[in-house]
């Protein structure tokens, strides 16, 4: 669940710190020992002389399933070339001076394009694919600059620390194709004889926001049985951060529930244990009256100038109270004259429900 997406100072933990020196030739010097490794160091993508661009970067499929995170390299600039710190698929496209394609990053530079300073950009190489520039800041020989990249869900924004930002959607950008799978940190430079400090990459940003949780709203269920009835239903919740989360339901779906109107408590809590609460009710009603079971016509033989006395057996039964009485007029055991009577059979529920 996001907070807002301006700069943060950088939290304390640490995914992972690498020392990056800089080189007397343009390959950046790396430890061996960091040579190939994915998810806790970096890796060297160019450490041939021949390209004036040399670049390490994070491995595959380490970041960007973290919705929430901060990286950051400081530097301190012996001269006016390039450098560039982002945030994409990191590879180099040797069609355009061998710099990243499909990424956000910035570039520290002078004299391109009529900037002289720090630009934040977005850049896709494929067809269609965009290149957004945005001047941030500016800088001299020997300063010392702190650039900060902080992802907060769909959001990236590009940073100096104490000095200008940018924003952007990743959403916004389809064109640099940026996936789980793909998208890593990475740094490169030119700027031989500049002193680089420790390229950081941060745990998520506080996430202090609930989930939002969908309630299906209050029910109304018709009785099956005296204990009520089974009743299912639907609750969903959002997380900005982690998306859809599951909803823990009490008494939950599919339980019985029983006659009257019983109160569901609904939570659901994100990766960093923000808790979010709801409820809503479900009423179980009897709205079925007794189903009554009728003698078929009865004949009898008079017994006397009056007619006869004639028993007869009608039951009525209902879903919630069970057998329920059955009143008669007549009732049986009546002397019911001779010719056609019509007998007339009611019964109620406890409900009040008459049939």
Do not use: C
Not at 102 to 115: D, K, M
Not at 125 to 140: A, K, L, Q, R
Not at 154 to 165: E, K, Q, R, W
Not at 210 to 239: C, K, R
């Amino acid at each position: 669940v996001l907070l807002n997406t301006t700069v943060f100072a950088a939290p304390a933990a640490v995914f992972f710190t690498d020392a990056l020196t800089g080189p007397g030739n343009p390959n950046l010097t790396i430890p061996t020992a960091k040579y190939g490794y994915t998810a806790s160091g970096l890796q060297r993508t160019q450490s041939d002389n021949f390209t004036d661009r040399p670049m390490v970067m994070t491995g595959a499929n380490t970041f960007l399933t973290a919705n929430n995170f901060t990286a950051e390299v400081t530097v301190t600039l012996a001269n006016i070339d390039i450098l560039y710190f982002g945030l994409g698929q990191g590879d180099m496209d040797p069609n355009y001076f061998n710099e990243p394609a499909h990424a956000f990053y910035f570039r520290v530079h002078s004299g391109w394009g009529n900037n002289s300073g720090i630009q934040a950009d977005v850049r896709s190489i494929e067809p269609g694919g965009v290149f957004t520039v945005n001047e941030i800041g500016s800088y001299g020989l020997g300063s010392t600059i702190t650039l900060r990249i902080v992802r907060a869900g769909d959001n990236v924004t590009m940073s100096i620390v104490g000095g200008g930002a940018v924003t952007y959607s990743l959403s916004a950008y389809p064109s640099l194709g940026l996936t789980p799978s793909n998208t890593r940190v990475f740094f490169g430079n030119t700027s031989v004889g500049s002193v680089f400090s420790n390229l950081n990459i941060y745990e998520s940003l506080s996430d202090t926001t609930p989930p939002v949780i969908a309630s299906p709203g209050n029910l109304t269920a018709e009785a099956t049985g005296p204990n009520g009835a089974v009743v299912n239903f639907s609750a969903t919740a959002q997380d900005n951060v982690d998306g859809l989360v599951n909803v823990t339901a009490s008494p939950p779906s599919g339980s019985t529930f029983r006659l009257g109107l019983t109160l569901v408590s609904l939570s659901a809590s994100d990766a960093a244990g923000n808790t979010a609460t709801a409820s809503f009710t479900i009423r179980v009603r009897d709205f079925s009256p007794p189903v009554i079971s009728a003698p078929a016509t009865v004949s009898a033989e008079a017994t006397s100038a009056d007619g006869a006395v004639v028993t007869f057996v009608a039951t009525a039964n209902d879903a919630v109270s069970g057998n329920v009485f059955v009143i008669a007029n007549p009732p049986s055991g009546s002397t019911f004259g001779i010719g056609f009577v019509l007998v007339s059979l009611s019964a109620t529920d406890a409900a009040g429900h008459t049939a």
